[in-house]
């Protein structure tokens, strides 16, 4: 068995883990929620959720990875005989996730070449983005290279892959992302449309609207918030533990919570001052309503709008989006590889075969947009194909059970004190230990179950 991997210190460690958490979640799905759930309303409660239904989750799994120097796969049996369970349920997750996560990693790549090679223009055609997804070859090339970008860092090594990238993406990820949100916000729509402003845009999205809002309501947006949540901050999927299992014994493992937590929901928040107020310019307050295709079609359209400045402004945006899949989509790959290491496997082999079987049920991800299409109708409502079942059975199911089983192991079986124990091993001052306590044995398991019956559609 290879010897276990470690960052090199705190920084290598948050910016890898920051890296995995600011990805698609983040700047796709985190924007058109606060656009469809009342802007500021959302913001108010995500932020709430953040420091403390996610921070229970994140503190838990990295300090489960750390305690075992275990991946997901065996850290559940070895914290707690009879419960390894847990540990293949946290792997299979990021087992279903890869596939797809490639696929529309490669549609992210295909926009970035589009953009830079200044064909923006034809991005914002009302049939560009179904005709190339319902393509049999072009989705196919390019979720193959999205896949091998990522294959080459996990074969390189924690250090000098995932380490070694996330110094350098990282950086340049959030200084785009900041300097898209800055020119966001000075964006002025034409005379036509009203003269609309950013800056008016903004107001839509940090200021609560409480019109026509009921209980109901509420209710829904903090199960959207909630479930963002685990795309926003990587719990849930194993990631956190493998990631923790490379953290140092001697370096500041609830400092790094924190700045990863702070992390993302800065990152959070500025994807959706990038989109929502360059939407509202260009498409007015019918544009937020654009849901999941706010990405690929919205966003064209409004690059289209700028004129010259469009392509170049697009292409930075979809490289920014890019660099944000690609370090989430490596840290889900380590996340299996790191299990066939500590069942034996070399990281060479771990990683050609992983590839491999990402490489062939992408592919059949790709195809059910042709070849493979069929509709099916969800337990919460919606319709979707291969790419949406896939999507579902990881999100809405196996993660919300997968984060109940951590809580009832930690909260009833181990108690908080080993989880609380290992973060203050070398005297860190556990400020939100009350907090963490009561969430990770009451709130979160309650608010958890809750979630899932919503994704069931039980109610």
Not at 68 to 73: A, E, G, I, P, V
Request: charged fraction near 10%; glycine fraction near 12%.
């Amino acid at each position: 068995m290879e010897k276990r991997s470690s960052f090199s210190g705190s920084v290598g460690f948050v910016l890898a883990a920051a890296g995995s958490a600011v990805g698609l979640g983040n700047i796709w799905r985190f924007p058109y929620l606060a656009a469809k759930d009342g802007g500021g309303l959302f913001l108010v409660i995500y932020i709430i959720l953040a420091l403390t239904f996610g921070f229970t989750l994140l503190m838990t799994e990295v300090s489960i990875g750390r305690k075992t120097k275990q991946s997901c796969l065996t850290a559940y049996g070895k914290l707690k005989k009879g419960w390894g369970w847990l540990g293949g349920l946290a792997s299979i997750v990021p087992f279903i996730i890869m596939p797809y996560y490639c696929v529309i990693g490669g549609w992210v790549l295909k926009y970035s070449l589009v953009f830079i090679f200044g064909q923006g223009a034809a991005a914002a055609d009302d049939n560009f983005f179904t005709t190339f997804i319902t393509g049999y070859s072009e989705p196919i090339i390019y979720n193959f290279v999205f896949l091998l970008m990522t294959a080459v860092v996990i074969f390189r090594g924690v250090n000098k892959g995932i380490e070694a990238i996330s110094k350098v993406l990282m950086p340049i990820l959030f200084v785009l992302i900041i300097g898209i949100a800055v020119y966001s916000l000075t964006l002025t729509g034409s005379e036509e449309s009203g003269g609309r402003t950013g800056l008016q845009g903004l107001a839509v999205y940090v200021i609560p609207n409480f019109d026509g809002v009921g209980v109901r309501d509420v209710l829904m947006t903090i199960m959207d918030a909630m479930g963002q949540l685990f795309y926003s901050i990587s719990v849930a999927m194993g990631i956190m533990v493998t990631y923790g299992s490379y953290f140092k014994d001697e370096d500041n493992l609830i400092r790094s919570v924190n700045q990863i937590e702070i992390f993302d929901t800065v990152v959070a928040f500025l994807a959706g001052v990038m989109i929502i107020p360059a939407v509202y310019v260009f498409l007015g307050p019918e544009g937020m309503s654009a849901g999941p295709g706010l990405m690929f079609v919205a966003m064209p359209k409004i690059f289209a709008q700028m004129g010259v400045a469009g392509n170049i402004f697009g292409a930075i945006f979809f490289i920014m989006v890019l660099f944000a899949a690609l370090t989430s989509c490596i840290s889900i790959m380590e996340a299996i590889c790191s299990g066939m290491i500590d069942k034996g496997m070399s990281r060479h082999k771990a990683t050609v075969t992983e590839g491999i079987i990402a490489l062939v049920l992408s592919t059949v991800v790709c195809l059910g947009y042709n070849a493979f299409y069929f509709e099916f109708k969800l337990p919460n409502g919606t319709v979707g194909q291969i790419l949406d079942i896939m999507d579902y059975l990881s999100n809405n199911v196996l993660m919300p059970v997968l984060a109940i089983g951590t809580c009832i192991l930690v909260g009833w079986i181990l108690k908080p004190k080993t989880i609380i124990d290992e973060a203050t091993k070398n005297g860190e001052k556990f400020g939100r230990r009350w907090l963490y306590t009561v969430m990770v044995k009451f709130v979160a398991p309650v608010m958890l179950v809750v979630l899932l019956l919503g994704s069931l559609g039980v109610y």
